[in-house]
């Protein structure tokens, strides 16, 4: 019986970035050890997830709201959007508390050999939004911030949406390249994120 349900939670956890077998045979034994207190606690943030986690049909960055708390916030400008890759390149950027614009979340960046071709990110949902945008604020006051990491998956996606859009006259940007080259945005410190965003040069 115990070693079914080793089994069972050492799969499920070697699911998860950065976890092998032999990690996840620790984080399950680290589990047996803990208070029944403690697995209610873990318990309940799982159900919390499945109940309330979903994704803003805006934005598509995880949210407990559809459309989430930044698509909605009045004070926010919705014609300003960055394009992130991740959810946490979000919060990385939320942090430096001076972005008042809207984001864009890709759900990963473009890898050709992996598979992970313009169909599997939400670019679809990018241009549709666009168009939606465009009609509410007018094409000429569109601006598209990349903010994508300064790597190869990162410049691939970001040479890829400007071949996209630059046709349509929307106004691009990009981060100051002050990020660390190979580097991801959502590791990068507050004080570089917030120059990246102030110092953002126009794609012409
Ligand atoms: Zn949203």
Redesign the pocket.
Known sequence: MTNHLIQKLTEILEKFPGVGPKTAERFVFHLFRQTPNELSEFAASLEEIKNSIKI??????F?TA???????DSKRAKNTICVVAYPQDVIALEKTGSYTG??HVLNGTLNFPEGLTPEKLKIKELIERLKKEAKQSGLKNLEIILGLNANMEGETTSLYLIKLLKPSGIKITRLARGLPQGSDLQYADEVTLLNALKDRKEII
């Open positions: 803003c049909s805006n934005c598509q960055n949210s559809d459309p989430c708390e930044i698509c909605t809207t984001y």
